[in-house]
């Protein structure tokens, strides 16, 4: 990543003229180039709004990754969690008892069969143990979707640097004439009358 952003910086210097336009001798303007727009937010989220001089639209990319991140997170600690507690219930070894600090304000002795085999409850055994492994594939489904986000934001923020960049010269001015005048068209061995539409940007 930080080669093709120092390509780029390279060649920003080597070929600046393209990005500059002259308007006025003495006086230039910045034209930003859609390929490099495109490679700066790809080597480093943000820089592409950066170049493209889009600076308020900076917090928010990284506000967006900022939120991809805490659910990533969040998903993932919940997974390994509930995970780990499930593991532990299932298994025959009684130190491995995690799912005591998921499972709380009960009475072990009615639900766990490895540290309380003569007092424990099948049908409270197998509740706690469905519940586990449905917590698990809970948090495993928005774990997922978590990193589908953070790709699909990445994506989000190079498409937007390239779409700005190639937007940015764009006319919007009302410097546009419209004209609409008749025209014959050919059509076989006849000629037939038409409509010839023309936009003229006046300076």
């Avoid at 060649?11 to 006086?27: C, F, H, M, R, Y």
């Avoid at 055994?125 to 948090?139: E, H, I, N, P």
């Avoid at 700005?164 to 061995?189: C, H, M």
Wanted: include cysteine.
């Amino acid at each position: 990543m930080l080669i093709i952003l120092l390509l780029c910086c390279f060649q920003q210097n080597i070929i600046a003229q393209d990005t500059l336009s002259v308007i006025e001798p003495g006086k230039r303007i910045f034209k930003a180039d859609p390929m490099r727009a495109t490679m700066l937010a790809v080597a480093f989220p943000g820089f592409g709004q950066i170049y493209n001089r889009k600076y308020w639209k900076v917090p928010f990319v990284y506000a967006g990754f900022g939120g991809v991140i805490v659910a990533v997170s969040y998903n993932s600690t919940n997974y390994n969690r509930f995970m780990k507690a499930y593991q532990d219930f299932t298994d025959d070894v009684p130190e491995t008892d995690s799912y005591l600090e998921i499972i709380k304000n009960v009475d072990p002795s009615t639900y766990d069969p490895v540290l309380h085999p003569g007092t424990y409850d099948p049908s409270a055994a197998s509740w706690y143990k469905d519940r586990m492994l449905r917590q698990v594939d809970y948090f495993k489904k928005y774990r997922d979707l978590s990193y589908i986000g953070f790709a699909a934001w990445y994506l989000f923020t190079v498409l937007d640097a390239n779409i700005d960049a190639s937007l940015f010269n764009y006319d919007v001015s009302d410097r546009l004439d419209l004209e609409i005048e008749p025209v014959k068209v050919p059509l076989l061995s006849h000629a037939v009358l038409g409509l010839n539409v023309s936009l003229t940007l006046t300076f």
